[in-house]
């Protein structure tokens, strides 16, 4: 909505000397009456005349004020912020405001963007599940992000933190906060999980050293959905699935396989994991 002022042909405003309504302010701003209230009552916009039915009154100057207010709002400036930004009397003061604002508005992108990227991510790896549910298949230059700093082994009573990690010492914690689980055993003791590694995971990159890419240049991948917990045979019937394949394509396979878990619904009170394993090959 465009804003603008009636100039008489005197030069002066003819608003000068008159008074805008709540509702006036609101309409001109557009917002509603009751953020013109609240503004008051946060002091942040305070009419010049409040008569004792209440109504408020708003002189030129204090609708100019408004117009800060609102603006500042529109571009997400806080309320504390902005009481601060009316009290420079100085330009200076105003322009440096603005350029630290402008700093915080490109960290707030690169996270948005940070955003964006790991859905993208997330939902191109669920067209495997859609496309070719429980089957294996050939992919190159796959890959996954593994923080060596966040792992865990098993053994009879559960899980343990091999290396204590906590959230003030995470170099990026949007990508923790964002991770995944992963299991990494060798293929030869995949029938025994506590030989293997529980990991914190990812599919989107990250600048702390702690955290690895796994590139795939060639791998085998098997598209589970299942209960990996309840179906104990499961990595037997995909490691034959796999070690046939190979046998019959000439294909040699590395020490190791991945299995990473994406995502957990509940189907007919039953539960359901997405999970990619992967075996790189050599």
Not at 226 to 240: A, C, L, P, Q, V
Not at 257 to 268: I, R
Request: with cysteine.
């Amino acid at each position: 909505m465009y804003k603008s002022f009636i100039i008489s042909r005197k030069g002066f405003f003819d608003v000068v000397n008159k008074y805008f309504k709540t509702g006036e302010v609101a309409k001109f701003h557009n917002v509603s009456p009751d953020t013109v209230r609240y503004y008051h009552k946060e002091k942040l916009v305070e009419p010049t005349v409040v008569k004792d039915n209440k109504y408020r009154y708003y002189t030129l100057n204090d609708t100019l004020k408004f117009s800060s207010v609102t603006w500042l709002r529109e571009l997400g400036v806080p309320l504390h912020q902005i009481k601060d930004w009316f009290t420079y009397s100085d330009l200076n003061e105003v322009t440096s405001f603005h350029s630290d604002y402008i700093k915080a508005l490109q960290q707030e992108k690169q996270l948005i963007d940070k955003k964006i990227n790991y859905l993208q991510q997330f939902n191109a790896r669920m067209e495997s599940f859609q496309r070719s549910p429980n089957q294996l298949e050939y992919v190159e230059n796959d890959f996954i992000y593994i923080c060596h700093a966040l792992s865990f082994t098993a053994d009879e009573d559960g899980f343990n933190i091999d290396e204590p990690t906590y959230e003030e010492t995470v170099d990026d914690p949007f990508w923790t906060k964002t991770s995944i689980i992963s299991f990494t055993n060798t293929i030869q003791n995949s029938d025994d999980p506590q030989k293997g590694q529980v990991c914190c995971s990812n599919i989107i990159p990250s600048e702390c050293d702690d955290i690895e890419k796994l590139k795939f240049t060639r791998a085998l991948r098997y598209n589970y959905i299942g209960d990996t917990f309840s179906d104990r045979t499961y990595r037997n019937r995909i490691k034959t699935q796999v070690i046939q394949h190979c046998a019959e394509n000439n294909l040699s396979l590395q020490p190791n396989f991945y299995e990473l878990y994406y995502l957990y619904q509940n189907v007919n009170e039953c539960p359901v994991y997405y999970v990619h394993v992967y075996f790189p090959l050599q």
